[in-house]
């Protein structure tokens, strides 16, 4: 189940001029970090700003807190919720995610392009209150693989797999909501960062003298 909360802009900030807000999304399982690690590797990967989101979900074995996820309390969450601290937050699969709203707004405000991972709900939400925010959207090679990938990864019980396998069809149905959609190879994950360097790039590019705005 998921259950959307938008909250008011408050005190809406401009970034510096050109500073993009970047969102990868993607359903479950198509490997959004796997991508996200491979942009920071790449030359112009420090460049960027990656923002790491908020969850109350529990860290998986290979998971790092502040590089996958900041992992919070339900209390704590809901806190930061009640006080606007969030650009967007949903509750996805019974845990909470959210995007620190300051996070985004010291990147842009440093004149970096601000990067988001973010779910498939999210990314609506980020769209809606911030316009000029690019998406790129994941999609794996075929249904098939996708679900090969949820299974590999171990991670959920046979229930929790079967809503996300029931999810994943779903959101793979909003690709068109997306300004790009760049298929995740499998075994190719240079190249999927590559294209995705790419394309931020010819944003900036394209808008050297844009203010978003968060």
Known sequence: MTRPVTRPAAGR????PGASLII???PSGVGKDTVIAALRRRPD??????VVTCTTRPPRPYEREGVHYR??????????RAAGEFLES???HGNWYGT???DVRGGLAAGRDVILKIDVQGAAMVKAAVPEALLVFLVPPSME??????RSRATESADELDTRQRNAALELARADDYDH?????TGQVDRVAARIEAIVAAERAAHPRRRTRV
Do not use: I
């Open 13 to 16: 900030v401009s970034g510096a």
């Open 24 to 26: 990868v999304s993607g």
């Open 45 to 50: 990967g420090g460049t960027h700003h990656y």
């Open 71 to 80: 992992f919070l309390s339900e209390a704590r969450f809901a806190a930061l």
């Open 90 to 92: 949903n509750e996805v």
């Open 100 to 102: 620190p709203r300051t």
């Open 145 to 150: 693989d996708l679900f090969r990938r949820l």
């Open 181 to 185: 959609v760049v298929v995740n190879e």
